[in-house]
């Protein structure tokens, strides 16, 4: 499923122009999007394999930032899924077929650290971000932090 399909509130709609030629985007996306559209979206890789989708998006409380994509991998129908936390920065948004793009393999996603929904770790543990960081290479973003 994509965003524009989870789109309750219209912010992604094309409307035509006058009625005729294209379509014009009109709304925040593809560079604001609303954080429900994007749970549930899939995800692919460079090789253009399923690796699954987002089933929740995790945000840093102390920088008001996006820090992770919870991705389900690896289950039948929703069952035995694995999650992985999937650092934000190595995810990038593919605007025209509607899905996120990671740049791992299957096999490797096969044997990143992940969890199942009853034990989640500790996403604002430091030494548990930089491993996951280091498995994705994805850097830390620059932190602003709220006042």
């Known amino acids: ?3 524009e399909e989870r789109d309750a ?3 992604y709609k094309r409307s035509m122009s006058n ?15 609303g954080a429900n559209t994007l749970v549930g979206n899939d995800v692919y890789n460079v090789d253009g394999e399923d690796l699954g989708d987002i089933k929740e998006i995790m945000l840093d ?3 008001g930032q996006v820090s992770y994509a919870v991705l389900a991998f690896g289950g039948f129908l929703g069952m035995g899924d ?7 920065e190595a995810l990038k948004l593919d605007t025209e077929n509607q899905r996120f793009v990671l740049r ?10 992940g969890f ?10 430091a030494k548990w971000e930089q491993g996951i960081r280091s498995y994705y290479d994805a850097k830390p973003p620059i932190e602003t932090p709220l006042s």
Do not use: C, E, H, I
């Open 116 to 125: 199942n929904k009853d034990q989640w770790p500790d996403m604002a543990d």
């Open 82 to 88: 694995k999650l992985f936390a999937v650092p934000w």
């Open 19 to 33: 009625g005729v030629g294209p379509s014009v985007r009109r709304g925040p996306g593809p560079y604001l999007m």
């Open 61 to 63: 409380m102390r920088t």
């Open 9 to 11: 509130l219209g912010m």
């Open 1 to 3: 499923m994509n965003y």
């Open 104 to 113: 791992v393999n299957k096999d490797r996603l096969k044997t990143a650290p």
